[in-house]
């Protein structure tokens, strides 16, 4: 079922964006719809190009699970990030996925966690932050309408450093968090567990608002 998406009722800030491509989604052309410019390439195309005209870098679903070069350029991504860039890196599995080759500003590991009930209580650990109130005035209501689940392969072992900002669980079981991020340097990396990857194409305004504010969390 297709949600009518209410373009007025969505505000964006920063605008020029990276999208490393992954398994395959459609987030980026989602993300074209309400106004961000998304240049979309492969990881070894990060060589020739020069970070820090864009505003973040987002990476497809599974992007360090099926690209091999990704993982190789941890170190001009962390110039990216420790310039003042953000990082945003969607739901990776941890099947193939190790440690050494997901390299992150500081530890955490992928569960294999998710929640799949779509209608799943939602907590804000920190309400007053930035990421639930800039550009978007972010609710519980923005995650009615979420269709599938709410999300997967969540993090977990997380390093002190991160925030933990959402926490949810599926009936009788603990509550698990989808959305960390950390500051490193003048910038930020986020990874996040939601599943805008279905979210988005549905066009589901509360997941277009919260992925909004995540792509323009600065310090």
């Known amino acids: 079922m297709q949600i009518e998406l209410q373009k007025e009722d969505i505000k964006i800030g920063c605008k020029n964006l990276l999208y490393i491509k992954g398994a395959g989604d459609e987030v980026a052309s989602s993300l074209r719809k309400i106004g961000y410019h998304v240049e979309e390439v492969n990881a070894i195309s990060l060589h020739d190009l020069d970070l820090h005209q864009f505003d973040a870098i987002i990476t497809g679903i599974r992007a360090y699970n099926t690209d091999d070069e990704l993982a190789n350029l941890h170190q001009q991504i962390f110039k990216y990030i420790e310039e003042g860039g ?57 995650f009615d309408g979420w269709v599938q689940e709410r999300g997967l392969y969540f993090a977990t072992k997380i390093d002190s450093n991160y925030t933990n900002f959402i926490l949810m669980n599926d009936k009788d079981e603990k509550p698990k968090g989808s959305l960390i991020q950390c500051n490193y340097g003048k910038g930020k990396f986020i990874y996040t567990g939601l599943s805008f990857f279905r ?21």
């Open 86 to 142: 953000t990082y945003i890196v969607q739901y990776n599995t941890n099947s193939n996925l190790h440690p050494s080759t997901f390299k992150t500003p500081y530890p955490f590991s992928i569960s294999r966690n998710r929640v799949t009930e779509e209608v799943a209580k939602v907590n804000f650990t920190d309400p007053n932050h930035p990421i639930f109130n800039i550009p978007n005035k972010i609710n519980e209501k923005d």
């Open 199 to 219: 979210q988005l194409p549905a066009g589901v305004p509360g997941a277009y608002r919260l992925f909004s504010n995540i792509i323009g969390q600065k310090n």
